[in-house]
């Protein structure tokens, strides 16, 4: 039997002249895990295990490390969901909003300071050392219970959460393949402050503000906010949607907006939202591939992956390239478009940077490495039209916000009744919906137009431009991809 290893430490030895320290070492029976002995902020590669000859189902307990009383959810997670699945299914579980970078730490046990984490679409657009959290498995990181991984949300509030595996157990044919089976008390708000912060909001909500500062932590709150509240079923929906990207059942978020609408204004969307209900649904070959060639454009161009610059932005013959495709089918204005400087760079012309952002948020492509990559998803959409423009539909309205969701949702009803929606609009009906300002002010235009616009920049490339806010050519076939966004029954 091999004599026991001893780990060593980086940075408590000193390298002597002409020795191999690292051999030396290893010579010694120490195990250096992969790390420079002389570099004292080396961290070790994680090594994902091997895939399992057989997927099972893990039932974990995810806990939110720090705060008190425990913030917790007990999870249902197939063997082969991606660690970049789970990112999505955590943010649903624990009702984050998502807006801020996040990591996986590899167990089995108690977390090593000295492990890496795995790489994020966000840090493969900075290095390429490491593993990507998009190409390991879940039973590459948990296999049996007890083992535990670790998930980091918000660097800034420094979010802790702790998965431990408490069972496992056969996949079930058909069965979710994330479910949510229990939990306790709201998950804290995002850009509360970390523990340190949340407590003293919890300290006011208990005891009344004492102070200005009291009084501006529990106006941050969403209104209604209640700490020992947690919903089962919805928490349970909306894991299963942030798994299988489908986003929210929209005539449910329909009949939640109409409820919350004064009269004036729920007689207006009433309307849109019975012509949304009314309007058949055909597919026009011609129609439909008017409505995604901006798309079916872009992954036509990247193909198995194209070079991006240093910055991210597609590359000027990139750009180029689409500008005449964009042009030609009248989604290009003529100049009111194309900022200042070359016309051949994303940040200079705004429809490129609406397909590229659009493309990448709707999960056709994805950048890694320097470059753009076509998705799992967007190979099968290259080359079939009805195929792309469901996918998109799926993912409209844009948003992971209630009032982003309500503003692009009152943007799709406007465009499938054919009517412009007036620059105040859309302020005043979500004023109407209950929506305010920080200081409980009536939306203002501007902040609408914010909230909308990840929507609109998708319709606006479907070519649904009554406005003519960039002189865009209009196409009304482009309102077919609002109404299979807002229709169940397709």
Not at 298 to 303: E, F, I, T
Not at 306 to 328: C, I, M, N, Q, W
Not at 418 to 438: C, E, H, I, K, S
Not at 463 to 489: C, K, M, T, Y
């Amino acid at each position: 039997m091999p004599p026991r290893q001893r780990r060593a430490r980086s940075g408590n030895v000193t390298a002597l002249p002409g020795v191999d320290l690292a051999a030396l070492l290893v010579e010694q029976g120490i195990d250096l895990g992969g790390l420079d002995p002389l570099d004292p902020f080396a961290r070790r590669r994680p090594v994902p295990l091997d895939v399992p000859a057989e997927t099972q189902t893990y039932r974990v307990r995810v806990e939110l490390d720090g705060v008190r009383p425990v913030v917790w959810r007990r999870l249902e997670l197939a063997g082969d969901l991606t660690l970049e699945d789970l990112h999505g299914v955590l943010q649903a579980a624990m009702d984050w909003g998502d807006i801020h970078l996040h990591a996986f730490v590899m167990g089995p046990g108690r977390r090593d300071p000295r492990l890496a984490p795995f790489l994020t679409e966000f840090d493969l657009d900075e290095t390429d050392d490491g593993v990507p959290e998009a190409d390991v498995r879940l039973d590459q990181v948990l296999r049996e219970a007890g083992d535990r991984l670790y998930y980091d949300y918000d660097f800034g509030d420094g979010w802790e959460h702790r998965i431990k595996v408490e069972v496992v157990l056969p996949l079930v044919d058909g069965a979710p393949r994330a479910t949510c089976t229990g939990g306790a008390r709201a998950c804290p708000p995002d850009d509360v402050g970390g523990v340190v912060g949340y407590d003293e909001m919890l300290q006011a909500l208990r005891s009344g503000p004492t102070d200005d500062w009291a009084i501006e932590k529990l106006d941050w709150l969403p209104e209604g906010f209640d700490p020992a509240a947690f919903d089962l079923a919805r928490t349970d929906e909306q894991v299963q949607l942030a798994l299988d990207g489908a986003g929210p059942v929209l005539t449910e978020l329909v009949d939640g907006l109409l409820d919350r609408l004064t009269s004036s204004a729920h007689t207006t969307v009433s309307a849109w939202a019975e012509a949304a209900s009314r309007t058949p649904i055909t597919y026009d070959e011609q129609a439909v591939v008017a409505v995604v060639a901006p798309w079916m454009a872009l992954l036509d161009h990247v193909g198995d992956g194209v070079a991006l610059t240093g910055a991210g932005y597609l590359k000027p013959a990139s750009v180029e390239h689409l500008v005449s495709v964009l042009r030609d089918g009248g989604r290009l204005g003529r100049g009111s478009d194309v900022a200042m400087g070359k016309g051949n760079r994303e940040e200079n012309v705004r429809p490129v940077a609406w397909l590229h952002g659009s493309a990448r948020t709707c999960g056709l492509v994805r950048k890694a490495k320097g470059r753009l990559l076509p998705t799992p998803a967007g190979n099968a959409c290259r080359g079939n039209p009805v195929r792309l423009l469901l996918l998109l539909a799926d993912r409209l309205p844009i948003g992971r916000k209630g009032h982003e969701l309500d503003a692009g949702l009152l943007v799709l009803l406007a465009a499938v009744a054919g009517v412009p929606m007036p620059r105040d609009g859309l302020p005043q009906l979500l004023t109407a919906a209950g929506w305010r300002t920080p200081d409980r002010q009536p939306v203002p235009a501007g902040a609408a137009h914010d909230w909308a616009r990840s929507t609109d920049q998708v319709l606006q490339l479907a070519g649904w431009n009554v406005d003519d806010s960039f002189e865009l050519a209009h196409d009304p076939r482009a309102s077919l991809l609002a109404l299979l966004a807002v229709r169940e029954d397709r």
